[in-house]
């Protein structure tokens, strides 16, 4: 499975920014798609996923800010981010999973930062 990440960049405090990323090669029974984000000396840290039947769940600190969603024709998974804070600022991994393995994205860069 490969995985192509696209939509960071720079965005001021209280902004909003949406990372795409799209699956491809083998892409059957891909039981989840999601996001991973890993800051400046901390740990990649699940933000965002959802499985292949819709059920999503979400970290602590980006519930009511962050959205995912998922199109299972396209195998594509999307993030929407809005209110983001410095503490957002991070390289952003896109993920999936099947039972053969689990994939990785190349990383999109988030910065928050006035």
């Known amino acids: 499975v490969q995985l192509q990440a696209s939509g960071g960049g720079l965005v001021q405090p209280g902004g909003s920014l949406r990372l795409s990323c799209a699956a491809s090669?083998?892409?059957?029974?891909?039981?989840?798609l999601g996001w991973y984000r890993q800051a400046p000396e901390k740990q990649r840290e699940l933000v965002a996923g959802?499985?292949?039947?819709?059920?999503?769940n979400y970290a602590d600190a980006v519930k009511g800010r962050f959205s995912v969603s998922r199109d299972n024709a396209k195998n594509t998974v999307s993030l929407q981010m809005n209110s983001l804070g410095p503490e957002d600022t991070a390289v952003y991994y896109c993920?999936?999973?099947?039972?053969?393995?689990?994939?990785w994205g190349q990383g999109t860069q988030v910065t928050v930062s006035s």
């Open positions: 993920k999936a999973r099947n039972p053969w393995g689990t994939y």
């Open positions: 959802v499985t292949n039947v819709g059920r999503k």
């Open positions: 090669g083998m892409i059957r029974r891909i039981d989840f």
